[in-house]
């Protein structure tokens, strides 16, 4: 009854919903693009059999899930891999990590409709959904036909959590339907309980982000890039990574008296969303600082701020700085991926609101690899501090790294409880 209200319900919203993507597309065109896949009208080659059906949902699930693809690809040659997202951002990194070996496509919208033209078309061995991206209608269209559903790398915010509650009717009989949840921490996996999961159902791995490998082409372009960026004056470099709106002035605002101690500093600022770009460089351009873009292939010698307004570069940036900033943080998101940095690492600044990577923000904190500012003062006073000490800078570089490293070992944990669905 309640998923049959839910249904109509999104039906109802579906022309908002279009409304919504045009209105996005005045921004960022991909928007209006590939509208059919949306409702299930999905291209299939050859009528494919044993597809492995990945979604991640966007940019953030989509690199977390790189490691684990990698490994679905080498250990089954002869599926095909599919992987779905919602947005034009995250189908952009999917076809420049995998090109074409893998199959890609929007998900379709949670309308029965829909769900059943692209199952029907993809007809998939197991899905795997990366985190939280839970829908009803295409869990339950999963489950009618015997097709395994594990969540994969499984997290549950408390305000996440919260707000489940308050459709407990309609999220309870979803969770019952879920194969297999892999929760990342044990708060995850009493939320996961609290909602539905039976205890059989699910188990705790921690988080695969931690499973990252540098490998030594991408340390050795990060080299050169730091050696391009510092100039011959061996310049610092700062990094603002995943930025927010609302964050942007902030950082600015610390930059400048950054700049009083360290005249030669280059902050490289990186907007989580491409559509933000232009309105971060307005914002750039209105200070009295000296502003090129990455994409213009501009140098950076005589700079004070470099937009890096291209994409999938952040892992790089991560590698040719000395301190990073993690956006997401100073405004009530939840914060982005602060392993990445950790891996490198890179000594870590962010803001107050880390619910989105609540365990891995605990551990770094502890270890001193993390430190939280809540406003422009503390963060150009923590920035500067940096700098300045080379010995605190070494520690907490040291301290990130160690976290990073110590907590591996999700990935395979999380492949085991695939296998018995494959």
Same mark, same amino acid.
């Given at each position: 009854?309640?998923?049959? *209200? =839910?249904?109509?319900?999104? @039906?109802?919203?579906? !022309?908002?919903?279009? *409304? ?10 991909? =928007? ?15 009528? !494919? ?26 250990? =089954? ?28 496509? @929007? ?24 985190? /939280?991206?839970?829908? !009803? ?18 997290? #549950?915010? $408390?305000?996440?959590?919260?707000? @489940?509650?308050?459709?407990? @009717? ?12 892999? %929760?990342? =921490? ?12 039976? $205890? ?11 499973? #990252?490998?540098?490998?030594?082409? /991408?340390?050795?372009? %990060? $080299? ?22 609302g964050e942007d002035q902030i950082i600015l605002t610390a930059f400048q008296k950054i700049k009083d101690v360290f005249e030669s500093a280059l902050l490289v600022?990186? !907007? ?10 307005? *914002? ?13 292939? /501009? ?35 939840g914060g982005h991926n602060i392993i990445e940095p950790a891996a490198w690492g890179v000594p870590i600044l962010t803001g107050p609101h880390l619910f989105n ?11 001193g690899g993390l430190m939280v500012c809540d406003d422009s003062n503390s963060l150009a006073r923590q920035f500067t501090r940096l700098l300045q000490d080379h ?13 990073? $490293?110590?907590?591996?070992?999700? *990935? ?11």
């Amino acid at each position: 009854m309640f998923r049959a *209200l =839910y249904t109509v319900i999104f @039906y109802l919203i579906v !022309p908002l919903i279009l *409304l919504r993507l045009l209105w996005r597309a005045l921004k960022s065109p991909d =928007y209006a693009k590939r509208w059919l896949e949306r409702f299930g009208f999905v291209r299939v080659a050859n009528q !494919p059999q044993n597809v492995i059906w990945v979604h991640a949902v966007s940019v953030g699930e989509t690199l977390a899930a790189v490691p684990l693809i990698n490994n679905l690809k080498h250990s =089954y040659p002869g599926h095909r891999i599919l992987i779905t997202c919602m947005t034009p951002t995250g189908s952009d990194q999917v076809r420049r990590i995998f090109s074409n070996t893998v199959d890609h496509c @929007y998900v379709p919208y949670d309308i029965p409709d829909a769900v059943t033209r692209f199952l029907k078309r993809i007809r998939p061995q197991i899905l795997v959904i990366m985190e /939280t991206e839970l829908w !009803p209608n295409t869990i339950a269209a999963c489950r009618a036909r015997g097709i395994p559903v594990v969540l994969a790398n499984g997290r #549950l915010s $408390e305000k996440s959590f919260q707000a @489940y509650r308050r459709v407990k @009717y309609l999220v309870h009989p979803m969770m019952n339907q879920i194969s297999f949840v892999v %929760a990342q =921490y044990k708060q995850d996996a009493d939320r996961f309980l609290k909602l539905g999961v039976a $205890e059989s159902a699910l188990s705790i791995s921690g988080n695969i982000k931690f499973d #990252l490998t540098l490998d030594e082409s /991408t340390r050795m372009r %990060a $080299e050169e890039l730091s050696t391009v960026w510092r100039g011959v004056n061996q310049r610092p470099i700062l990094l603002a990574a995943s930025t927010h709106k609302g964050e942007d002035q902030i950082i600015l605002t610390a930059f400048q008296k950054i700049k009083d101690v360290f005249e030669s500093a280059l902050l490289v600022i990186v !907007p989580r969303h491409p559509e933000r770009f232009d309105e971060v460089a307005a *914002l750039c351009n209105d200070t009295n600082l000296t502003l090129v873009r990455r994409s213009q292939g /501009t140098s950076v010698t005589d700079a004070d701020i470099l937009l890096g307004d291209t994409m999938g570069e952040l892992m790089l940036f991560f590698g040719a700085c000395d301190v990073t900033f993690v956006g997401g943080s100073l405004v009530p998101t939840g914060g982005h991926n602060i392993i990445e940095p950790a891996a490198w690492g890179v000594p870590i600044l962010t803001g107050p609101h880390l619910f989105n990577f609540a365990q891995a923000s605990a551990l770094l904190i502890k270890s001193g690899g993390l430190m939280v500012c809540d406003d422009s003062n503390s963060l150009a006073r923590q920035f500067t501090r940096l700098l300045q000490d080379h010995t605190s800078r070494r520690y907490a570089s040291d301290a990130a790294r160690r976290v990073a $490293e110590s907590n591996r070992g999700a *990935l395979s944990r999380l492949l085991n409880i695939i296998k018995r669905f494959i």
